[in-house]
């Protein structure tokens, strides 16, 4: 797997028109040469990359790209990359940050509805973590740094998409989930910057993983 930060500038955001997740998902997939079928789209085979924004201020913004093939010369910014190591996703515990769209489908009408507040994000990011991508969130170090929404139009058509980012630490229980989670995302919104796990393995000044 291959990291990549896409650094923009003022005069990169003005050229790539840059107002919205939308236009920002545009930039994004215009990195990467489309290799998914129309069927595979359909199936929602997995495009082989994920990206979340990570901000900036009225000078430069940063986008954060995790891909498993090396991207395109962007038009506009600048890109770094760096191929991960086979011994990155062997630690026991990270700590992480990730953007998600926090969602479950209900049981009455079988639709998928947004979890709201920041109670309830957390104790569904908990519950479902050990079962859906093989990881226990410590829950005493569980924060959510910011919740709200995404708005965008998309071919005259207004979506909303709930937003929550989380940080704290997490244990693996599960390695060959965890990876695939990794590699894949997690939960709904992909496309549009949700569910790339950041993670940093956390290790003592020995060198060893530190005892829980």
């Known amino acids: 797997m291959i990291v990549s930060l896409l650094y923009l500038n003022r005069d990169d955001i003005n050229a790539l028109r840059i107002q919205d997740a939308y236009s920002l ?3 994004v997939y215009s990195l990467f040469d489309d290799i998914r079928s129309d069927q595979q789209k359909l199936e929602s085979i997995s495009s082989g990359f994920l990206y979340v924004d990570k901000g900036g201020d009225w000078d430069h913004r940063q986008i954060l790209i995790l891909s498993n093939r090396p991207l395109n010369e962007p038009k506009c910014g600048k890109i770094k990359s760096t191929v991960l190591s086979e011994s990155f996703l062997q630690h026991e515990h990270y700590g992480f940050e990730i953007t998600l769209n926090p969602t479950k489908r209900d049981t009455a009408s079988g639709k998928i509805v947004p979890i709201r507040g ?4 957390k104790e569904w990011f908990i519950s479902k973590a050990p079962t859906s991508w093989g990881f226990e969130v410590l829950s005493e170090k569980l924060q ?3 919740i709200g929404v995404k708005s965008f139009e998309k071919k005259g ?11 704290g630490e997490l244990i693996v229980t599960d390695r060959n989930k965890f990876i695939q989670n990794f590699q894949h995302g997690i939960g709904r919104g992909k496309s549009f910057g949700f569910g790339l796990l950041q ?9 060893r993983e530190i005892n829980i």
Do not use: K
């Open 25 to 27: 998902h545009r930039i």
């Open 118 to 121: 920041s109670e309830a994000v």
């Open 144 to 146: 959510i740094q910011s």
């Open 157 to 167: 058509h207004h979506v909303t998409h709930g937003s929550a980012t989380l940080i």
């Open 199 to 207: 993670i940093v393995p956390l290790i003592n000044h020995n060198n």
